[in-house]
C-alpha cells in the first residue's frame, strides 16, 4: 500500500476498547494536568492527540526549548542536496491553536513526591502525568578523544538543525579529493539505518561535486540495518568511493584528535578533512534527572509506557527501554498514540484501546533509490514486541524505488502533519 498522509494518519484507528480506572489529582484542582517534555516526533503527537482528544477535559503543556523543530528523520536528505533546512523545520504555532500551552524552556529537573517539574526560567509546573519525549544525550567518552566540546570540529549531527548546517558547510568547503569519516555508534541508538543513509547522502554529494573524494566509515559492529540494500548501493552509484570497516577489522577501536583533525582506527592514523563523529547514545538528560533510567535508557511498560519506576510517568521515542522496536521518529509517533489514549484514559475515565505499533524506515541511496524496513508489534507483559515484519529486497527495478522513495515523502508529510497539525 502506498503511504500517503491520509493513509498515515488512518494508522490511528484502534479496537475496541476497555474503561480505565481514573486517577487522583494532586492538590484538589478540577481539571487534570498532563505535562510533556520534547517536542519531537513523541512529545508534539502526544501533546495534540491529548489535547484533542480530551476536548478541553485536561490541561496540556508541552516543555520544549526551540522555537523550530529540526527533523533527524530527512536530515540526510539535506546533506545529500534533495532538501533545504527549512525543509525539515517546523514550528509550534498550529499546535499551540490546537489547545497544547507550548512553553519554550528548558526542563531541568522532576520533582516526583511533589509531581513537578522545574524549569531553567525559574517556574516549577504540577502534573498528574508526565510524559518525557526527550531523545537522545550522548555517553561521555564513548570516543576517546571526542566530547560535546569538539562537536564544531568535529560534529555529530545527530540532533538535526545547526549541527546539520555546520556538516553541510563542512562537506562544501572539503578540498578537491578529500577524505570525509564517519565515526559510527555502538547499538543502541536512534535511527538504525541512519548512519548508513547519510554515507549514501554523503557520497551523493561528493559524486556530484567532488568526485575523487573518498569516505571512510568505522564501525564497531559487525552488520547494520539493511546493510546488503546499503552495499549494494554505494557499489551501483558510489563504486570505490565508500571504504567501510567494521568491527572484525578494527572499526571499534578508533580515538579522533579534534586539533589535529586525525582519525585512529585500529592503530592506523588518518587525516579527515571532514569527521562526522556520532557517538554512543543514551536517554535525554531530563530522564535520567527524573531518576527513570537505568543509568542509560528509561525502561517503561509495553500497554502504556508508563515508566517502571513511577506509573505516573510515561517515557516515549528514543528515551525508552521498550523492547523490539527500533528508535525512529514513526516509532515514537507510534509509541506517542498509545500513550496518549493511556493517560486520557487515565484521567477521564475514557475507553483505553489495546496497545498496537508500527514502525516503518525508510532511507535514501541515490535519486529516487529508496529502500525501507518496518513492522508491527503488540504490547506483552515483558515488552513490545515484533509481531512481523519487511524489508526492502537488493536487486529490485527503479520503479520499485523510485514508489518506495516517493511513499517516504507521502509518510514525512503525513507524520508531520500528525504531530504538530
Not at 47 to 74: H, M, N, Q, W
Not at 281 to 300: C, F, Q, S
Not at 336 to 348: E, I
Amino acid at each position: 500500500m502506498k503511504l500517503n498522509r491520509r493513509a498515515f494518519l488512518g494508522t490511528t484507528a484502534a479496537a475496541a476498547g476497555t474503561i480505565a480506572a481514573p486517577v487522583v489529582l494532586a492538590d484538589g484542582h478540577s481539571k487534570p494536568r498532563v505535562i510533556v517534555v520534547g517536542g519531537g516526533a513523541g512529545g508534539a503527537t502526544a501533546a495534540r492527540y491529548i489535547a484533542k482528544d480530551s476536548k478541553g477535559e485536561i490541561d496540556v503543556t508541552l516543555i520544549e526549548p526551540t522555537r523550530t523543530y529540526y527533523t533527524c528523520f530527512f536530515s540526510n536528505l539535506y546533506l545529500g542536496g534533495f532538501k533545504e533546512v527549512s525543509d525539515i523545520g517546523h514550528t509550534y504555532g498550529k499546535l499551540a491553536a490546537s489547545g497544547v500551552n507550548v512553553v519554550h524552556d528548558w526542563a531541568v529537573g522532576v520533582d516526583r513526591d511533589a509531581r513537578t517539574v522545574s524549569l531553567a526560567g525559574g517556574a516549577s509546573l504540577p502534573y498528574d502525568k508526565l510524559i518525557l519525549s526527550p531523545g537522545i544525550d550522548f555517553v561521555d567518552g564513548a570516543v576517546e578523544g571526542w566530547d560535546l566540546s569538539s562537536q564544531n570540529a568535529m560534529p555529530h549531527a545527530y540532533k538535526a538543525g545547526s549541527q546539520s548546517e555546520l556538516l553541510k558547510a563542512q562537506l562544501v568547503a572539503m578540498p578537491e579529493g578529500g577524505t570525509f569519516v564517519m565515526v559510527a555508534p555502538p547499538n543502541p541508538f536512534r535511527c538504525p539505518p541512519g548512519p548508513y543513509e547519510r554515507v549514501s547522502m554523503v557520497a551523493h554529494f561528493l559524486k556530484n561535486n567532488n568526485p575523487t573524494a573518498k569516505i571512510i566509515v568505522a564501525d564497531p559492529k559487525p552488520k547494520f540495518s539493511k546493510m546488503a540494500l546499503f552495499q549494494e548501493g554505494w557499489a551501483n552509484h558510489y563504486e570505490g568511493m565508500v571504504d567501510w570497516i567494521g568491527e572484525d577489522f578494527g572499526g571499534g577501536n578508533v580515538s579522533v584528535d579534534p586539533a589535529a583533525m586525525t582519525v585512529s582506527i585500529d592503530g592506523e592514523e588518518t587525516k579527515a578533512d571532514v569527521c562526522n563523529v556520532i557517538p554512543a547514545m543514551k536517554a535525554g538528560r531530563i530522564a535520567e534527572l527524573a531518576g527513570v533510567t537505568d543509568g542509560n535508557w528509561a525502561p517503561v511498560n509495553a500497554a502504556d509506557m508508563s515508566s517502571k519506576a513511577d506509573p505516573d510517568i510515561h517515557v516515549l521515542g528514543d528515551a525508552s527501554q521498550q523492547g523490539d522496536m527500533p528508535k525512529s521518529g514513526f516509532a515514537a509517533n507510534s509509541q506517542a498514540k498509545v500513550c496518549a489514549n493511556a493517560v486520557r484514559g487515565a484521567l477521564t475515565e475514557s475507553k483505553v484501546f489495546p496497545a498496537k505499533f508500527s514502525n516503518t524506515c525508510w532511507s535514501l541511496i541515490a535519486a529516487n533509490d529508496g529502500v525501507k524496513v518496518g513492522a508491527t508489534y503488540e504490547a506483552t507483559p515483558e515488552k513490545i514486541a515484533k509481531i512481523d515484519g519487511f524489508i526492502s529486497q537488493t536487486g529490485e527495478t527503479s520503479d520499485v524505488r523510485k514508489a518506495t522513495y516517493e511513499e517516504s515523502e507521502g509518510w514525512y508529510t503525513g507524520i508531520t502533519t500528525d504531530m504538530l497539525g
